[in-house]
Structures are given as C-alpha cells and as structure tokens.
C-alpha cells in the first residue's frame, strides 16, 4: 500500500491507496473528507511541516507521498515511481514534471539527472512528492521546521549522508506543478523581506550539512 497525505484527491491507476487528508481547525476539507470516509488530521493551526509532522505518525502504508493540492498527479506516478524502485531496489523515486502557470493548459518540461549528493547541495532537485519508502521515512523525521521551506531539502541531505544513494530519476514527467500568482514562492519573491529570511534559512540548512 502506499499512503498519500494530501489535500485534494487526483485518480491515480495504481489503487492500493490510503489517502490522508492534513487539515486544520473548520476548514471545509474536513467535510470531504468524512464524505468520502477518508482519514482527516486537523491540526489547531496551519503550517506545511507542522501538519507532516503530525499526519505522518498515521499513515500505514508500506510507500508515502506527498501531495500538494495545488498541483495535479498523472495517472500514472505511483504505479511507476513504486516499479522504478523495486526493480533497482531503491528507497526513493523522484521524476521529472511540468510546470505550468496557466491551470495545465500550457506545460513545460523540467527534466533533472541521476542522483549525486554534491549536486543535490548545490538545489534541490528531489522533488516534496517523491515517493519514499516508510520505513526510511520515518528513520528520519520529523522535519526540522526551523529550515521552513527548506525542511524537505534538508530531509532527503540527511537520508543521503546516512544511506547513501537510495534514490533512483524517473526521467517521465509524473506530476504537473500549477504556479499560482498566490504561490508562497512568488509573494516571497517580490517581498525582499520574505526573500532575505527565505535565504538565511536556505544558507543555515545548507552550512548544517557541510
């Protein structure tokens, strides 16, 4: 089974999933998701990392992904990802994908490479919707919220140290990342506020790793 924590649901063809839905208090996801019986995690208040850290402690799945609701999952991303690691016996798949800032009508394509630790300290090229092995997982939470935007970043650099390279490219484009003019990267982006705290965590995760 592989566990997904997520916000909206997008049909995928592999069908042994558990859906999980992170919330907080009187959002309306609640209702859907006791609609259609799915499990629900409400935190007291929003925050990406802080509601992983919590949801994840109820997943029962032996796979995980996240998956964000602003971005869609093609068909075929689990099926493939889990295949991908079973046959070269790895613990993480991250793939390529679209970029979009036109709701998916428009799409270009974001290709990477294999995985090399020195590279992957310079940006971060494994995706938050990677799919990950449970057990490896939780080896290594929580998440240091402390690095905010960056905690995933850093999740996958401590996996590396420890494990070596367990991770394995899907170079087919999986998944579509919907840009919004609302997306937290954007607002930060034109704030040089939000930008220079953005920055220093950037530079702090990464000096915790050199």
């Known amino acids: 089974m592989i566990s997904i924590i997520i916000n909206s649901y997008t049909e995928q063809t592999y069908n ?12 309306p996801s609640i209702k859907i998701a006791n609609n ?5 995690v409400i935190s007291e208040s929003p ?12 997943i029962s799945g032996d796979w995980y992904a996240y998956a964000s609701g602003n971005d869609i999952a093609l068909p075929t991303k689990l099926k493939d990802e889990l295949s991908l690691c079973l046959k070269y016996n790895k613990k993480i798949c991250y793939s390529s994908f679209y970029k979009s800032s ?3 009508s428009t799409k270009k394509l974001i290709k990477f490479h294999d995985y090399d630790y020195n590279a992957h300290l310079k940006g971060n090229f494994v995706s938050d919707v990677a799919l990950i092995n449970t057990t490896i997982l939780k080896k290594y939470l929580p998440f240091k919220e402390i690095y905010d935007n960056h905690a995933y970043w ?13 991770f394995v490219y899907n170079s087919k484009p999986e998944w579509v990342y919907i840009i919004d003019p609302k997306s937290k990267h954007i607002v930060r982006n034109k704030n040089k506020k939000l930008y220079e705290e953005n920055k220093r965590k950037r530079l702090k995760m990464l000096s915790d790793h050199k």
């Open 102 to 104: 036109d709701g998916g």
């Open 36 to 40: 259609f019986n799915l499990k629900c």
């Open 47 to 58: 925050g990406i990392y802080s509601q992983l850290n919590k949801s994840i402690k109820h």
């Open 154 to 166: 850093d999740l996958w650099l401590r996996i590396a140290e420890n494990e070596g390279n367990i």
């Open 16 to 27: 042994d999933i558990e859906i999980i839905i992170s919330t907080v208090i009187g959002d």
